[in-house]
């Protein structure tokens, strides 16, 4: 399976400030997704970054607060913007691969852990 | 829309034993896929197990197995021989089949929260 890396790792910021977080995969992928994991809860699916066109968000994401970029096939970033404290949460960035043999999985980056004060 | 339900918030085992997670979901689709995530405390999202659903057989991983019922739209993760580095929370989630629009998202359930004991 691809190699994903995140950066930052985690870090804390204060509120009305803006956070990019950057996704690197080791190999291209057809599929690469952000999702948020808020403290003690679930994974919630932020939106699909296309390459190439604008990313496709999920009911209760917009854009102007989370704007994504997927220039190629083995990068995104996702930016949080004018942040408060009710953003303080894992954001986590996935991939999934078509291959031959088994694929529709996803794989998932090691996470960044922000926390707004 | 579909739904992933894991009604049991935390679980515990003793080292060495068996331990069942259920899971159970909803859907209209003949075909999708199932998996188990594991996230232990370092955050990272490991995959488990995976199950496609037009597959009879049981998807088995090791010490992990599920228990795949289609028909009751259950799928329940199996881990035998509990190990202390089994510690985590574990998440079912569903796919849909294909590419496009919403059937290449992941929905999850709520988690359960697993401590083996030693």
């Known amino acids: 399976s691809a190699v994903i890396s995140q950066k930052p790792s985690r870090d804390i910021c204060q509120r009305g400030t803006s956070l990019t977080i950057q996704c690197q995969v080791d190999?291209?992928?057809?599929?690469m997704f952000w999702y948020r994991q808020q403290p003690g809860q679930s994974l919630t699916l932020i939106a699909t970054?296309?390459?190439?066109?604008?990313?496709?968000?999920e009911s209760g994401f917009v854009i102007d607060k989370f704007p994504i970029s997927r220039p190629n096939l083995t990068f995104s970033t996702l930016t949080v913007s004018n942040m408060s404290p009710e953003d303080s949460s894992i954001y986590l960035c996935?991939?999934?691969?078509?291959?031959?043999?088994?694929?529709?999985?996803?794989?998932f980056g090691p996470g960044t852990r922000l926390l707004v004060l | 829309a579909q739904t992933v339900t894991q009604s049991q918030p935390e679980m515990s085992v003793q080292e060495a034993e068996t331990v069942t997670l259920s899971c159970t979901y909803d859907?209209?689709?003949?075909?999708?896929?199932l998996f188990w995530y594991k996230q232990p405390p370092s955050r990272q999202m490991i995959l488990v197990i995976r199950?496609?659903?037009?597959k009879q057989q049981n998807a088995t991983e090791n010490r992990f197995s599920v228990n795949f019922q289609k028909a009751a739209k259950s799928f329940s993760l199996k881990i035998s021989d509990s190990q202390l580095g089994d510690t985590a929370m574990y998440f079912c989630?569903?796919?849909?089949w294909g590419y496009g629009g919403s059937q290449g998202n992941l929905i999850f359930g709520k988690g359960t929260k697993l401590s083996v004991k030693p």
């Open positions: 996935s991939v999934e691969e078509i291959v031959a043999g088994p694929g529709e999985t996803q794989y």
């Open positions: 190999s291209q992928v057809t599929m």
């Open positions: 970054a296309n390459q190439g066109s604008e990313a496709t968000y």
């Open positions: 859907t209209s689709e003949n075909n999708y896929y």
């Open positions: 199950q496609e659903a037009y």
């Open positions: 989630a569903f796919r849909g």
